[in-house]
C-alpha cells in the first residue's frame, strides 16, 4: 500500500478506525479521522513534505481525539535505530566467537 494507494484507502480506513493500538505504515499521508477514538498511534510512516521535512501518515491536527500519537520525525525512529545497533553488535559478537 505504499506511495498512498487509493485503491487501498477503504480497506484502510475500516482497519484503523476498529483497532487499539493503531500503527500506522499505510504509506497514506495526512490520515486522522479514521482512527478510533482513544486509540494509542504508533504513526512510522515517513512522508516528505514540500519543505523538505518528513511528516507521518496521521496529521496530529486532524487526530486530536487519539489518546496518544509518536511524533514524526523522532518518535520509533530513534526505538530502531537503537535496536539496529544492538542486534549488529550481537551478531558481531556471534561471529567473532564462533
Known amino acids: 500500500m505504499a506511495g498512498g494507494d487509493n485503491a487501498h ?6 482497519w484503523a478506525r476498529a483497532t487499539d493500538p ?3 505504515v499505510f504509506g497514506i499521508p495526512g490520515d486522522g479521522p479514521h482512527i ?5 498511534v ?3 510512516g515517513t512522508n516528505p513534505t514540500h519543505d ?4 507521518g501518515d496521521v496529521d ?4 486530536n481525539h487519539a489518546a496518544a500519537l509518536t511524533p514524526v520525525p523522532g518518535g520509533v525512529g530513534p526505538v530502531t535505530t537503537t535496536l539496529l545497533m544492538r542486534h549488529t553488535a550481537r551478531a ?3 561471529q567473532h566467537s564462533r
Open 92 to 94: 558481531a559478537t556471534d
Open 22 to 24: 493503531a500503527n500506522r
Open 42 to 44: 504508533i504513526d512510522v
Open 52 to 55: 523538505g521535512g518528513l511528516a
Open 9 to 14: 484507502r477503504p480497506a484502510a480506513h475500516a
Open 36 to 40: 478510533k477514538p482513544g486509540a494509542v
Open 60 to 63: 496530529p491536527d486532524q487526530a
